[in-house]
């Protein structure tokens, strides 16, 4: 049952990641599970996306971003998006830097909440220097300003333009009859 976003909830942006099994499949069910979070409503998704994998070896990745309503605390969304990750086989094996993953879903930004702990950065200190984020939240916030002053669609042409390659593949949410 979709619980109503209380008035204490907050706009949070999450992305989504996967480069290991089925990857587009995987992004569909944790949208679906994202939506089942107590207090959380979906705003928007973007497109499903494919890039390169940036900074690491490995299959290419599959992509989106989410904008929810929460009303959970930062450090209790944290960890249910990592059971959720768990739940899609997410292994973290150690001294592997970006290791391929199943599932990765990075909280980006919630509300205007500057974070600075051992276990959440908050807003994500790497989002602006990935277009495989940018290009995915520019298609539903071209117009929001990064912490740096350049407006999302800005960044995300400018990274673009400097090599990073992403793609939009198609739509993340189907229909049951899509399927
Ligand atoms: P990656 O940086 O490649 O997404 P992981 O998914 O393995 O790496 O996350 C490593 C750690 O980053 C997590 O255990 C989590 O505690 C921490 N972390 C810090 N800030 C954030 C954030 N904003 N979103 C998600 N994880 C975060
Ligand atoms: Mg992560």
């Known amino acids: 049952?979709?619980?109503?976003?209380?008035?204490?909830?907050?706009?949070?942006?999450?992305?989504?990641?996967?480069?290991l099994g089925d990857g587009a499949r995987t992004l569909r069910t944790a949208l679906a599970a994202l939506q089942t979070l107590p207090t959380c409503r979906l705003i928007e998704a973007s497109s499903l996306y494919?890039?390169?994998p940036v900074d690491a070896a490995g299959p290419d990745y599959w992509n989106a971003?989410?904008?929810?309503?929460?009303?959970?605390?930062?450090e209790v969304l944290l960890a249910r998006l990592q059971r959720i990750e768990k739940a899609h086989g997410r292994a973290r094996p150690t001294g592997v830097h970006n290791?391929?993953?199943?599932?990765?879903?990075?909280?980006?930004?919630?509300g205007s909440r500057h974070?600075?702990?051992?276990?959440?950065?908050?807003?994500?200190?790497?989002?602006?220097?990935?277009?495989?984020?940018?290009?995915?939240?520019?298609e539903i916030w071209p117009?929001?300003?990064?912490p740096d002053?350049?407006?999302?669609?800005?960044?995300?042409?400018?990274?673009?333009?400097?090599?990073?390659?992403?793609?939009?593949?198609?739509?993340l949410a189907?229909?049951?009859?899509?399927?």
């Open 1 to 19: 049952m979709a619980v109503k976003a209380s008035a204490a909830s907050e706009v949070v942006l999450i992305s989504l990641g996967a480069n």
């Open 50 to 52: 494919r890039s390169a």
């Open 65 to 74: 971003v989410v904008a929810m309503h929460c009303g959970l605390t930062p």
């Open 99 to 110: 290791a391929p993953r199943t599932l990765d879903l990075d909280l980006l930004l919630f």
């Open 115 to 138: 974070l600075q702990d051992e276990r959440l950065v908050l807003p994500h200190p790497r989002m602006h220097l990935r277009a495989f984020v940018l290009v995915p939240l520019a």
């Open 143 to 146: 117009h929001w300003t990064l």
């Open 149 to 171: 002053g350049e407006s999302v669609a800005q960044a995300a042409r400018r990274l673009q333009q400097l090599g990073q390659q992403v793609e939009r593949v198609g739509p």
């Open 174 to 179: 189907v229909s049951p009859t899509d399927s």
